[in-house]
């Protein structure tokens, strides 16, 4: 009873009389808001070493970030943010930033040793749920993990900006899993491995992403077990987007396991500055030159690819299929400069190599 009252009248103090509105300024307050509240405000709040700030919403809530939020560093594997709920909108107000403070992990070895880093924001939502105007600043590992729903992202940016001469390695931007009727559009990624990685999911879209410095928007398909079925992913579209200064632009790999990625479209994708190879499609990830494995990439349409890519040992375009694995390429319009030369061991319809 008493535990009661206290609770109750602590979360009275939180609710202002005019709107509504849930203010959460202390790390204490978020199970107590999230559980009461639909209308919540997260405002200059710093997320305790080793703790998550875990947002498990009510249908319908709506969460604002205002000022900085800060996490403190502590070595476990994260996620810093996890976002459950159903028709929820979760948006920063402007100059708003969650900072994971990156620097203070990274080692140059990124997930493969080192301290072990936490990843940052994890989305498992469903049902129209919205994610706008969210600014994070220096991940320490992956940035934003999409396991959603009927979700739609914009107006993000990733700004790992600072990983490029501090030892920053797989800060992944947005990866993609077990992720249906997604769309994520009008973002900017600064960081140190794939922009986008698709490891599954169905009824995807990108659209307008600026990617710099990354290794490309990405497929990462396949388990490392060749009995594992890793399912079908299928109709994935990435439109009007920029990958500047990076190692790859667009990069399609699978490892073992079986499986199927179909009905795939990159559109109106421009390059600049990259400096491994301009579309990079290899079957053999992980294990090069390993060309025995069952994964299939079927229907796989890229048109209007263009721009620029650096140095002599660029390519321009680099495809290793398996043995019968990679059907119903349809290609156009691919203008991609360089001076290095393109290796195909498949041809796609209407590109030659
Ligand atoms: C958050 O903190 C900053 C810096 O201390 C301050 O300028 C700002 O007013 C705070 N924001 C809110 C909404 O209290
Ligand atoms: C998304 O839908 C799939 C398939 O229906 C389901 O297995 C998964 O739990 C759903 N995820 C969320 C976050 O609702
Ligand atoms: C993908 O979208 C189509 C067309 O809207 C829909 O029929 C299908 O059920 C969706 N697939 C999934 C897995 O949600
Ligand atoms: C493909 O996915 C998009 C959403 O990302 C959806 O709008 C479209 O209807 C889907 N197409 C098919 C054929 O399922
Ligand atoms: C390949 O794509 C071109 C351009 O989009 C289209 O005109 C052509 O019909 C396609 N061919 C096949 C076999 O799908």
Not at 162 to 167: D, I, K, M, S, T
Not at 214 to 239: A, E, Q
């Amino acid at each position: 009873m008493l535990g009661k009252i206290l609770i109750f009248t602590f979360f009275t103090s939180l609710v202002t009389s005019q709107q509504n509105e849930c203010v959460i300024t202390e790390f204490s307050q978020v199970e107590t808001v999230v559980t009461h509240c639909t209308n919540i405000i997260i405002t200059n709040l710093t997320v305790p070493a080793g703790e998550a700030l875990i947002l498990d919403l009510q249908d319908g809530s709506r969460v604002l970030f205002e000022g900085n939020i800060i996490f403190e560093v502590a070595y476990w594997l994260g996620h810093l943010v996890q976002v459950t709920g159903n028709n929820v909108l979760v948006e920063g107000a402007p100059g708003s930033i969650l900072n994971a403070q990156g620097e203070k992990y990274w080692d140059g070895m990124g997930g493969n040793g080192g301290v072990t880093k936490p990843k940052f924001f994890n989305i498992a939502t469903s049902g129209g749920s919205v994610f706008r105007n969210i600014y994070l600043l220096n991940c320490a590992h992956f940035c934003v993990r999409v396991a959603a729903n009927d979700t739609h992202l914009y107006g993000w940016t990733l700004d790992v900006n600072a990983g490029n001469l501090n030892g920053g390695l797989n800060t992944d931007g947005f990866g993609i899993s077990h992720a249906n009727n997604v769309i994520i559009e009008d973002s900017v990624v600064m960081n140190q491995d794939d922009c986008v990685a698709v490891t599954s999911g169905n009824n995807l879209t990108f659209r307008n992403l600026q990617c710099y410095g990354s290794h490309g928007l990405s497929f990462s398909m396949g388990s490392s077990s060749m009995d594992n079925d890793n399912g079908i992913t299928k109709n994935v579209t990435f439109r009007d987007c920029l990958v500047a200064n990076g190692l790859y632009g667009i990069h399609l790999k699978t490892k073992r396991g079986r499986g199927l990625v179909t009905d795939v479209t990159y559109e109106n994708i421009k390059l600049s500055g990259i400096t491994e190879d301009g579309i990079y499609i290899n079957q053999d990830y992980m294990d090069i030159g390993n060309i025995r494995r069952p994964f299939k990439i079927k229907n796989l349409k890229i048109s209007n690819v263009y721009g620029s890519i650096n140095g002599n040992l660029a390519r321009p375009v680099h495809i290793v299929c398996n043995e019968d694995t990679c059907s119903d390429w349809n290609w156009s319009d691919i203008n991609i400069i360089g001076t290095g030369r393109s290796y195909c061991n498949y041809l796609p319809l209407g590109f030659s190599c």
